[in-house]
């Protein structure tokens, strides 16, 4: 059974630019989340998605957006890049939204914003 | 709102020796999960286990075992006889059923790095 995707795996971005990551989650599974993981501020929840609707979202500016496609794949989009944005950016899959109790991780996507 | 907290920023060790990471959290949901990761340096959170608030049973698992205590509010990780293979980062987290069980809240993690 295949795991959860992430692409690109590295990526690097100038500041003011935009960019769109990527996340195929496990055959079957309705349910991803995004988080960023940077040094200063740990592993943080950015949103979550389950058929195709936002379930949670957490504290980042609307610069950061989602969406989850009818197979499940997810996208996060950053606009207006900036060097704080800089992270790695994980994604996770559930079995379902509202019972999910085990979250699979991708590699992640490290983004670097120069 | 939810709270992780792992004080131990660093662990370090000599192989064969027993290490337990502390995690507490801070919940107003009575019903919740807890989690324990292991990040490797490849970035990839791999699942260790998961605990409901309804099961304070302890587990061992291996060289692995877990302590739930609702009345301290601490889910704490032992590894008996450490290896080299286990230097990770290693991160507690919590999700509540009121919020969503897809939304994890992480402690800070702890670096552990066992010497050989």
């Known amino acids: 059974k295949a795991g959860v995707t992430q692409t690109p795996r590295y990526l690097i971005k100038t500041r003011g630019q935009q960019v769109t990551l990527s996340c195929s989650p496990i055959?079957?599974?309705?349910?991803v989340s995004w988080y960023q993981q940077t040094p200063g501020q740990g592993l943080q929840f950015l949103f979550e998605y389950f058929s195709e609707t936002q379930r949670n979202k957490g504290n980042f500016p609307g610069r950061f957006s989602g969406r989850q496609f009818s197979n499940s794949r997810s996208e996060m989009n950053v606009s207006t890049l900036e060097l704080g944005d800089s992270a790695l950016y994980l994604c996770?899959?559930?079995?379902?939204?509202?019972?999910?109790?085990?979250?699979?991780f991708g590699q992640g996507t490290r983004l670097t914003v120069v | 709102a939810q709270k992780v907290t792992q004080a131990q920023t660093e662990i370090s060790v000599v192989e064969k020796e027993d290490v337990t990471l502390d995690c507490v959290y801070e919940t107003r949901d009575t019903t919740y999960y807890l989690f324990w990761y292991k990040q490797p340096p490849s970035g990839e959170l791999v699942f260790l286990i998961r605990r409901n608030s309804f099961d304070e049973q302890n587990e061992i698992s291996g060289r692995y075992s877990w302590n739930f205590q609702k009345s301290t509010s601490s889910f704490n990780f032992t590894i008996t006889a450490s290896q080299v293979v286990d230097s990770a980062v290693y991160f507690c987290?919590?999700?509540?059923?009121?919020?969503?069980?897809?939304?994890?809240?992480f402690g800070q993690g702890t670096i552990l790095t066992v010497h050989p």
């Open positions: 055959s079957g599974h309705r349910s």
């Open positions: 996770a899959s559930g079995t379902e939204g509202s019972r999910s109790t085990e979250a699979f």
């Open positions: 987290a919590l999700s509540e059923a009121q919020t969503s069980y897809g939304k994890l809240t």
